[in-house]
């Protein structure tokens, strides 16, 4: 797959980039995350707190996922090698 096409998906969905790589587990353990943390900041914080700062924790698992899974698709795309001209 292209590496755009996992950063776009690592966007919109926390671990949807590892997703489509295959990276089953990774994904959906940045998804879980995600959520955890974003739950448990939305609880815990004080009621003055921004509407970013009570979704931190989840935004923050979910910014560390996108560069992880386009590392991954750039890594496997230059990994593999190229196909002859038909």
Do not use: N
């Not at 949807?16 to 739950?39: I, P």
């Not at 921004?50 to 560069?67: C, E, M, T, Y």
């Amino acid at each position: 797959m292209h590496a755009r096409l996992i950063l776009l998906a690592a966007c919109l969905v926390p671990g949807g980039g590892h997703l489509l790589l295959g990276e089953r587990s990774r994904g959906l353990g940045y998804l879980f995350f995600a959520l955890l943390l974003g739950v448990l900041t939305w609880h815990y914080a004080k009621p003055e707190v921004s509407l970013l700062g009570h979704a931190a924790g989840g935004l923050f698992v979910w910014a560390l996922s996108i560069p992880d899974a386009y590392r991954l698709a750039r890594f496997r795309q230059l990994r593999r090698p190229l196909q002859p001209a038909r």
